[in-house]
């Protein structure tokens, strides 16, 4: 039998648990978030993604009830919780440093809120034996924080905010004070818990790599605005705009002029050079202005001029970085324009195929590139 696609924001009959309805909050004269609308769904792991300053701390604070709307409506499965106080709401917020008891041990500490809560002795200890198992920390139980590492501490953290079986679980930067390869160790757990538990997760986060990874959706923010809410792959195949394309991986943006034909955009973007054929993401008028955006990994690089490929350009190697799995070449054309491809190193070899002052000829096909207005 096929496996159900989890895709509720596709369902014009599914409830979201949260719904943000015109949205503002400012600060003075600073609007941090300018009249917002979206939904979130239940079991869904929401990523918010942007650069520093772009407000998603600041909705987050709002779901967690640290902040109160200007204007506008944030329900949570149904109910109006901007004047709801954070510990009325059934909402739980991890923060990136912890926050962790040190004189308590790893089972103190997940009992805390607990224990607040006024839940039976019983209750509590086999809540607590649940939320160890979950996260793998069973063995540290006695411990104190002092005395296990990064990573598992963060499990504490996560094992402490999920206890109190929250409708909602924010989590802001959780992995930002990881290394790198535990960070990614960790986002799989992260994952891998969220799926157990069927908790609503929204994570705020400037990682790209990790939100893509993580989430269900992403919605990608600018000036207290949400550029683009999609999946990991629809926000990397098909951006919406060059913000977009720009900030999530790596991207060669060329711009030109539109000579619409058919289906297609062919792209005038120097005197004297073949014009690129792309798939527009909007209707082009002829002379118009657009981004032609296309990804590195989907051009390919090579000695000779390819036969019967739909875009091809010759220039020279002007830098190579090597990343162990991947080359990526920044090959400059006859513009000037410096256009960055990738090949995957898939074979041990002594030497590379191209090296620095080479004559090369990169090549794609009509579909790999998108042209943007904007």
Known sequence: MAETIFAP??????????????????????????????DIYEREFFALLGPSGCGKTTLMRMLGGFETPTEGQIELAGKDIARVPPNKRSVNMMFQSYALFP????????AFGLRRGRMPKAEIANRVEEMLRLTRLEKFARRKPHQISGGQRQRVALARSLAKAPTLLLLDEPLGALDKKLRQDTQFELMDIQERTGTTFVIVTHDQEEAMTVASRVAVMEDGRIVQVATPDAIYETPNSVYVADFIGDVNIIVGRADPQGDKVHLNWAEGQPKFIGTPASPFEKGQTCHYAIRPEKISISAQKPEGATNTVEGKVLDIA?????????????????????????????????????????SWTDTAGILLER
């Open 103 to 110: 004189h308590l041990s790893i089972w103190d500490n997940i």
């Open 322 to 362: 090597y990343l162990g799995n991947i080359s990526t070449y920044h090959v400059e054309l006859a513009g000037g324009q410096v256009i960055k491809a990738q090949k995957a190193n898939n074979r041990r070899i002594s030497r590379r195929s191209f090296t620095w002052g080479d004559q090369v000829w990169l």
């Open 9 to 38: 924001w596709d369902d014009p009959n599914a409830k979201p648990l949260i719904r943000f309805r015109n949205v503002t909050k400012r600060f003075g004269e600073f609007t941090a978030i300018d009249d917002l609308t979206i």
